[in-house]
């Protein structure tokens, strides 16, 4: 089949105004939580999510991080501070984030500010995380020229001699982001390409719900 003939049709659900809560978190649980108890793919990553950032010469990058939380209305992911999307992000503190997930048909668009979360909440969840990761994070200068994959392993073969019987401390380069949302949207998929849009904005501390035309 050639690309311009790829297509597939959305028939599961629709999305009416009645249907969904007020408050666009509530939602997004909702809708998470249908999306990581209906069949999921063994592929598929729920709490996988584009996360698009732009610099100050206005070119946007895009890449896919894992959402490690929703507190106080914030949607949490960790990253190296040093790498591409980090120093994006210190240019220009407004980002989007989109979760897709194909076997619901369903999409959630995100557009916001993001901020560094604490240091102590950046060593925490560090500390959660398994010893491989946590060597990971000291092993790559994100984003960088390297030479090849050798000097990755090297560098990481003396990092697991040096702390082979130590706590692996979590890097001051490191740590997390909370993306405060002022427009959250949830997309259904529908036929003919009709689809349902839902989009929550913030004003003034309060959320209003409109509809978008397909």
């Known amino acids: 089949?050639?690309?311009?003939?790829?297509?597939?049709?959305?028939?599961?659900?629709?999305?009416?105004?009645?249907?969904?809560?007020?408050?666009?978190?509530?939602?997004?649980?909702?809708?998470?939580?249908?999306a990581k108890d209906?069949?999921?793919?063994?592929?598929?990553?729920?709490n996988a999510m584009t996360l698009s950032t732009a610099?100050?010469?206005?070119?946007?990058?895009?890449?896919?991080?894992?959402?490690?939380?929703?507190?106080?209305?914030?949607f949490i992911f960790f990253t190296n501070y040093e790498s591409h999307k980090g120093?994006?992000?210190?240019?220009?503190?407004?980002?989007?984030?989109?979760?897709?997930?194909?076997?619901?048909?369903?999409?959630?668009?995100?557009?916001?500010?993001a901020e560094k979360s604490t240091r102590q909440a950046s060593i925490e969840y560090f500390d959660s995380r398994p010893r491989g990761?946590?060597?990971?994070?000291?092993?790559?200068a994100q984003s960088t020229v390297i030479t090849d994959?050798?000097?990755?392993?090297?560098?990481?073969?003396?990092?697991?001699?040096?702390?082979?019987?130590?706590?692996?401390?979590?890097?001051?380069h490191w740590g997390g982001y909370s993306v405060m949302a002022d427009e959250i949207e949830f997309w259904q998929g529908r036929d003919?390409?009709?689809h349902d849009r839902l989009v929550y904005h913030r004003t003034e501390g309060q959320w209003t719900l409109s509809r978008l035309a397909p």
């Open 1 to 34: 089949m050639s690309i311009d003939q790829m297509r597939k049709s959305y028939k599961l659900s629709g999305l009416l105004e009645h249907e969904v809560h007020a408050n666009p978190f509530e939602q997004f649980h909702a809708w998470f939580n249908q």
């Open 38 to 46: 209906a069949e999921v793919p063994s592929w598929l990553e729920i």
């Open 55 to 74: 610099g100050v010469d206005g070119r946007v990058s895009n890449r896919i991080v894992l959402l490690k939380g929703v507190e106080s209305e914030r």
């Open 87 to 113: 120093k994006q992000i210190a240019d220009n503190a407004f980002v989007a984030l989109c979760f897709f997930w194909p076997h619901v048909e369903r999409q959630i668009r995100i557009c916001g500010q």
């Open 133 to 140: 990761s946590q060597l990971g994070a000291h092993v790559s």
């Open 149 to 172: 994959r050798h000097a990755i392993e090297r560098t990481l073969a003396k990092l697991e001699t040096q702390y082979a019987d130590k706590d692996i401390p979590c890097p001051e």
């Open 192 to 194: 003919n390409r009709l």
